[in-house]
């Protein structure tokens, strides 16, 4: 009789302690309401212009990307990649992290790096990554490709562009 009782007292522990916690999740959902938020709220911050040591003058137009990329500093693409390092890797081998590789990106088709879950708004993106395509998702990645799953800001100096695309042009096997 006595172990039956132990018994009874161990499952009747177990379920009260599984009704105190459903019990806590109901009032829980009750007081507090999440909100879905719109967009993604990490955004990663810019490195100032001082830290990578820009050549190229910020006061160029906008759609000489192509003579910026030409004159641009690689060392100072190097220190922007940093921001991109985060997400992602310049791995010659093409492991991903949270974004794909960035190994050999210029010149890549969209949505073409091998076991990575692409968002259905880069699949569906056709094209090259060229260094035109290339500035304009740097500079707003949201505005060049709605929907994608990439929670970049983007980069706002057309100079940091420029030094990040002639960097990432130098990444070739």
């Known amino acids: 009789m006595g172990k039956n009782l132990e018994t009874n007292k161990i499952f009747a522990a177990i379920l009260i302690a599984l009704l105190v916690a459903l019990g806590a999740t109901l009032v829980a959902d009750i007081l507090v309401k999440p909100q879905t938020l719109a967009e993604p709220t990490y955004i990663i911050e810019e490195v100032p212009a001082a830290e990578t040591g820009n050549k190229v003058t910020p006061d ?30 310049i791995d010659s081998a093409g492991h991903c992290r949270i974004g794909p590789t960035l190994w050999g990106v210029v010149g890549r088709n969209h949505a073409i790096v091998k076991d990575f879950p692409y968002s259905k708004a880069a699949q569906e993106k056709s094209g090259i990554w060229d260094p035109e395509s290339l500035n304009q998702f740097l500079k707003n990645p949201r505005t060049y490709m709605p929907g994608t799953k990439m929670a970049f800001a983007g980069l706002k100096k057309i100079v940091d562009r420029a030094n990040l695309i002639a960097y990432l042009k130098t990444l070739r096997g």
Request: proline content about 3%; charged content about 35%.
């Open 60 to 89: 160029e137009p906008e759609d000489s990307i192509l003579t910026l990329i030409e004159k641009a500093d690689i060392e100072a693409g190097k220190q922007v990649i940093r921001k991109c390092l985060q997400c992602h890797t």
